[in-house]
Nanobody, 126 residues
Framework: QVQLVESGGGLVQAGGSLRLSCAAT????????MSWFRQAPGKERELLAA????????YYSSSAEGRFTISKDNAKNTVYLQMNDLKPEDTAGYYC???????????????????WGHGTPVTVSS
C-alpha cells in the first residue's frame, strides 16, 4: 500500500511560483511512475505532467509545457512539481498519482494510476 501526501499549495499572485511536493510511503517508491493532475471546480481532471520510475523520461501537457517541471527524488520518496509564471486559470486542486511501473515509460491516463493523494489547493490571484 502506498500513501501520497501533497503539500506546497497556497495563494500566489499571477506571475509567481510555487513548488508542490508529494511525499510517498512505501519501500518501493523508486519503482513507481508518478504524475501530477489538477482539477478546477466544474471542470474535468487534467493531466499536467508525468515521469517514469527512474526520472529519465517526462511528459508535459500543453498547459504545463514551458512553465512547469516535474522531478522525482527516489532517495526522499518525493516527487515535485515546480510551477512558474502562474496564471489565474491555474487555480485548482493539484493531485499526485502513482503506480508501479511495468515499463521504462511514463503513463498519461488517469485510469493507469492506482494511488492518489488528497490534493493541495492552488489559488492564483490576478
Amino acid at each position: 500500500q502506498v500513501q501520497l501526501v501533497e503539500s506546497g499549495g497556497g495563494l500566489v499572485q499571477a506571475g509567481g511560483s510555487l513548488r508542490l511536493s508529494c511525499a510517498a510511503t512505501g519501500r518501493t517508491f523508486s519503482t513507481y511512475a508518478m504524475s501530477w493532475f489538477r482539477q478546477a471546480p466544474g471542470k474535468e481532471r487534467e493531466l499536467l505532467a508525468a515521469i517514469n520510475w527512474s526520472g529519465s523520461k517526462t511528459y508535459y501537457s500543453s498547459s504545463a509545457e514551458g512553465r512547469f517541471t516535474i522531478s522525482k527524488d527516489n532517495a526522499k520518496n518525493t516527487v515535485y512539481l515546480q510551477m512558474n509564471d502562474l496564471k489565474p486559470e491555474d487555480t485548482a486542486g493539484y493531485y499526485c498519482a502513482a503506480r508501479s511501473a511495468t515499463t521504462n515509460d511514463y503513463y498519461i491516463n488517469g485510469a493507469d494510476y492506482v494511488y492518489w493523494g488528497h490534493g493541495t489547493p492552488v489559488t492564483v490571484s490576478s
